[in-house]
Every structure is written in C-alpha cells, then in structure tokens.
C-alpha cells in the first residue's frame, strides 16, 4: 500500500516502534497488577500505554493512502486501535484503583455477563430493536419524507406547519412515551410510536431544507427545457436533497433507539432492553445493565455506519467525497 504522509509525519518504522511500546507497556501494567495494584509502577506503566496509544493514532492518522483501499482500511483501523486503547485502559484502570463492580465494571466483566446472557439479550434485542425501532424508524422516516414533499409544494403549510414541527421535536421523550403507552398499550406498538414522534419531524425539517437546496441556474435550465414540476423534482431537487436525507436518517437512528428504550421505562412487557436496564439497574446488578448498554451502542454504530456506506454510494457525487 503507498502511502503520502502529511508533511514531515512519521514513517512505517517509527509507527511500528510506537505500537510496540504501546504492547509492552500494556503487557508490563498487566504483569504488574498481580503484584501491587497500587504501585507507582503501575501508575507509570498505564501511563505509558496511553502516551504509546495516543501517539500511535496521531501517526496513523497523518497517512495519507494513494488507494481507495488503503484510505478504506486505514478509516477502519484508526478507530478501531483508539477504541481498543480506551477499552484497554477502562480495564487497567478499573482493576488498579479496585473501583467496586457495582459502581463501574470492567470491559472484561461485561463481556463475560455478555457471554452467559445471550438468550436474554437476544431476545431484549428483537423486542426493542426489530420490533419497535424498526417499525417507528420506516414510518417516522416515511411520512416526514412524504410530507416533506408536500409542504415544499405549498407555502402555506411550509410557513404553518414547520414552526408547529419544530415545537412538537422539541417536547421531552419522558412526557411523550407515558402518553403514548396510554394510547397504544404497553408492548412494542406505544414503543414505536414514541419513534415516529423522534423521527418524523427531523425527517421533515431536514427533508425540505435539501429541497430548496438547488441553485438558482440549475431550476432555471429545467425550466428551460420544459421540464415539469414532478420532473424537476425527480431529476434535480430530490437529488440535491439526498445529503439532507441521509443526514436526517443518520440523526434518527440514534433517536429511534434512544427513544425506544426511555419509552420501555414507562410501561412494557417483561422484555425489551429498556425494561432490563431499569430492572437491574434497581437490582445492583451493573453488569447486566452495561451489557444492554454496549449491545444498544453496537446496534446503532452498525445502523449509522450502513446509512453512510449507502450514502457514499448513492451521494458520490458530492464535493465532500471529492479528493484533490
């Protein structure tokens, strides 16, 4: 893989020099935390690993690949080394200081109640995920599209109905999901209705600010060759507006989760990610609760990161994709 560095930035020697002082230092803080957990060696040898570590990511980051496939690989290995020396450290530190598994658990602990929760967690996922985010997600996103598309047709409702949509975006989930668990019973329905809520409006708000985003020549070609109002829009606003809506559909793939599971906390069967994290939270026991936590946090990197492989694809054409 050639590679062009910014400037005077490090060469491949001096990075695989980096991640080995990184290795040693972890492997030293490791072998030191059998003998005195609270010795100045430690503390020096934690240290150490997150200088290495954090020197090791700056010098990954000044690489500049020539290939496609190198600048793909190295967006993918710069955040996968940075998370790794946190979760690295989050242990050490944890094990150091003996800090007590109720108040903060180590990442090992979690993957262990991860592993020996599989069934509960699987079946908390399909409930909260598969069920009420996914169902809120399509038709919250669907109808803020649809509207979108027709307030952008009418003055009228583009200066009624946007205000009354930033107000409505603006009302707390904990007041919402209550009212909404009344409306449409306690499974997964009054979950997802408390999503459309969430998305419906950043959709719309988003939807028809990339609407209006074409240039004033571009309308005014269209209008010189004919072309319809439905024309115009298929073939030069709808694809102007794509880097809105993905955005929009970025944003609402977190809220849709985080929606989900606050609105679990008011009323659901005895299933759902929001149900367990609330009843083992009053149980003491964090690890579960840690466990429900990095399984939601999975789901919605996955989730965000697909919609911007889509919208690579689809929005190649944008001046942020271009390299000089």
């Not at 205000?163 to 919402?176: D, F, K, Q, R, T």
């Not at 579960?288 to 936590?293: C, D, G």
């Amino acid at each position: 893989m050639s590679v062009a560095r910014n400037g005077a930035g490090p060469g491949p020697g001096a990075i695989a020099l980096t991640g080995g002082l990184a290795a040693m230092a972890a492997i030293a803080a490791l072998s030191l935390l059998g003998v005195d957990q609270r010795g100045p060696l430690l503390i020096l040898a934690i240290l150490a690993f997150w200088a290495a570590s954090w020197r090791l990511t700056v010098s990954l980051a000044a690489i500049e690949p020539r290939g496609r496939a190198g600048r793909v690989a190295l967006q993918v290995l710069i955040p996968i080394v940075f998370g790794v020396s946190l979760l690295f450290l989050w242990e050490l530190v944890v094990r150091a200081l003996q800090v007590p598994i109720v108040l903060l658990p180590a990442p090992s602990d979690i993957g262990v109640r991860i592993a020996n929760s599989l069934p509960i967690l699987w079946v908390d996922f399909v409930q909260t995920f598969l069920k009420a985010v996914v169902a809120g997600y399509v038709i919250g996103c669907a109808s803020g599209f649809a509207v979108a598309v027709l307030v952008d047709r009418s003055s009228f409702l583009k200066r009624g109905l946007l205000p009354v949509g930033n107000l409505v975006s603006a009302l707390p989930i904990v007041g919402v999901a209550p009212i909404m668990v009344m409306w449409f019973g306690f499974d997964w329905p009054s979950k997802a209705a408390v999503v459309v809520v969430m998305t419906f409006f950043p959709m719309l708000v988003n939807t028809v600010a990339g609407l209006s985003a074409a240039g004033a020549m571009e309308r005014d070609l269209m209008r010189t060759y004919a072309a319809g109002p439905w024309q115009s829009l298929l073939k030069l606003r709808l694809p102007a507006a794509m880097p809105f809506i993905f955005n929009a559909l970025k944003i609402n793939s977190t809220l849709a989760l985080i929606g989900a599971i606050v609105a679990e906390f008011f009323g659901t069967p005895i299933v759902g990610m929001g149900f367990r994290i609330s009843a083992e939270i009053g149980r003491m026991n964090t690890d579960m609760v840690w466990a429900e936590i990095a399984v939601a946090a999975l789901a919605g990197s996955l989730t965000y990161g697909i919609l911007s492989v889509i919208e690579r694809i689809t929005t190649f054409w944008h001046p942020s994709y271009r390299k000089g």
